[in-house]
């Protein structure tokens, strides 16, 4: 039987390791670990997380700079990770022929025809949007709206049809409120229920 | 010993290294839009073996992940030649400057230790941490837990470009240059980098193959060798194998770039080369005429 020692060398390599560790867990702990907006055709969240490699292709590849790496207020998991911030860009994934699929080395990103994507869901928020709550006849991103996704009502007042939006961002992106937009794109399925009524527009109208 | 004088293969070398350095900035340059239709923008991505692990346990996509098996292929057959000649963050690491640097020392010196300071000779094993790292990494791989991404060096490197271009920080690339400095220029590669065990576990798998059938060989002849230990010394990844090893004809060393900096440095005409197929391009002391005696020679190593 051979004797197994360890090695002085093999001895640092886990000091280095170990120290590169903590050195990791002291900076990034108490992220919240949130679902992300994704590049258009994204695997589902877990699946998609462990297969991307965060190595910036698709960052680097976009055509309209619409990503950004994840920083670490979203949790150590998803360190890096290619996040959609409609406040840079919209997503323009019918013209850029899915550079960001394109440039995957690892196959997170798919190709679902441009009638199936679905990036997120677009929702107004009813304590900031100056047609709800001052009665301003502001629709830009009515306007801007290249799926005819968001509708007015009688009042002028627009409301987001979750059926048509993609989740391009286009809205969220425009609207003046900016940084602080009246209209947010969610992820799939995280957008409140009637288009922003989760907000007390009453207790919001009163208070200003 | 001061200022060596480098051999042609020591250029060469270095000519192919900032060649593919090159190369890999301009790639991850390139990979902003449009996609280019001739340049695969991410194909240093794909050459990479354990990110194509990663990436095909789960995506499938293993044609597309080809490169990354043919260089696979080539370990097997010829040995790390991918950390020695091809890899941009070795690359960058080898030119940190090092307290590391063992230049003087004598072979029994440069031997590995144990934790007694003892060295590791015949009879012990030494345990290896990045074998055991890679197994976790692989694991926790087959459990869907991805860590590749903190670990691969192709990743770290091209990270590093994008976050530069972008003016962010690319913070592992940092620390490994920190450690090289403080350890070695090629401590990372040769004790800790996941992807440089799995090259050499291949390595090790196609060890008794000839030189005949590999396309970059390092040979020794035992006859020749007189064990004084400069290529221990001149070894870029501090490995004393070289010296050590008894076997004959291709060494297979799991460790070994096969960067040729050993057979420049041995003293022993024709005891080390480096083959192509079988067929010598270097020979240990090929220029120089023979006008010391071998005691000579042995005396002035160690």
């Not at chain 2, 696979?72 to 950390?83: I, Q």
């Amino acid at each position: 039987m051979r004797e197994l020692k360890i090695g002085r060398r093999d001895f640092l390599a886990l000091g280095a390791s170990g120290a590169g560790a903590l050195l990791a867990y002291a900076l990034l702990r108490g992220g919240s670990e949130v679902p992300l907006l994704r590049p258009p055709g994204a695997q589902d969240e877990a699946e998609f997380v462990s297969r991307c490699l965060r190595c910036q292709e698709c960052v680097r590849s976009c055509l309209t700079g619409c990503l950004e790496p994840a920083g670490r207020e979203y949790g150590a998991g998803k360190l890096w990770t290619p996040r959609f911030n409609p406040g840079l860009a919209k997503c323009e994934y019918e013209l850029c022929g899915r550079a960001c699929a394109e440039a995957c080395p690892v196959g997170a990103i798919d190709r679902p025809p441009h009638d199936q994507v679905r990036i997120g869901t677009a929702a107004v928020i009813r304590s900031k949007c100056i047609a709800w709550r001052d009665g301003k006849a502001c629709l830009i991103c009515q306007e801007r709206c290249a799926y005819q996704a968001i509708e007015a009502d009688s009042r002028g007042r627009p409301r987001v049809n979750a059926e048509k939006c993609t989740g391009c961002g286009a809205c969220q992106n425009t609207c003046f409120t900016n940084p602080d937009p009246a209209i947010v794109v969610y992820v799939p399925g995280a957008a409140p229920a009637d288009d922003g009524g989760g907000n007390n527009v009453n207790r919001n109208r009163g208070g200003r | 010993m001061r200022k060596r004088k480098r051999g042609a293969v020591h250029w060469v070398r270095r000519g192919v290294q900032a060649a593919f350095l090159v190369g890999f900035i301009l790639m991850a340059w390139a990979a902003s839009y449009p996609p280019s239709a001739s340049l695969p923008e991410n194909l240093f991505l794909r050459v990479d073996p354990l990110a194509g692990v990663a990436a095909a346990m789960r995506s499938g996509l293993w044609l597309y992940l080809l490169p990354a098996w043919i260089i696979l292929g080539l370990t097997l057959v010829s040995g790390r030649f991918f950390c020695g000649w091809i890899c941009p963050l070795g690359t960058v690491l080898e030119m940190i400057p090092s307290l590391g640097r063992r230049r003087n020392k004598k072979l029994s010196q440069l031997r590995p230790r144990d934790l007694s300071g003892r060295v590791i000779g015949e009879g012990a094993t030494r345990l290896r941490f990045k074998y055991l790292f890679l197994g976790v990494l692989l694991l926790l791989l087959a459990l869907g837990v991805n860590l590749v991404w903190i670990f691969d060096p192709l990743v770290i490197a091209n990270r590093a470009v994008s976050f530069l271009l972008a003016g962010s920080v690319p913070f592992i690339f940092i620390a490994l240059i920190v450690l090289a400095g403080l350890v070695g220029p090629r401590f990372w590669c040769q004790e800790m980098c996941p992807l440089g065990a799995g090259l050499s576990l291949a390595c090790m798998a196609g060890s008794r193959l000839p030189a005949g059938v590999s396309p970059l060989s390092l040979v020794k002849d035992q006859e020749i060798c007189t064990h004084c230990g400069a290529c221990a010394r001149a070894c870029p990844f501090g490995i004393t194998e070289v010296a050590d090893s008894g076997k004959r004809g291709r060494l297979a060393i799991a460790d070994c770039a096969l960067c040729g900096e050993c057979v420049y440095a041995c003293p022993e005409r024709g005891a080390l080369s480096l083959r192509v197929m079988g067929r010598r391009v270097l020979g240990s002391k090929e220029r120089l005429e023979e006008v010391r005696g071998p005691e000579e020679m042995a005396a002035c190593g160690n």
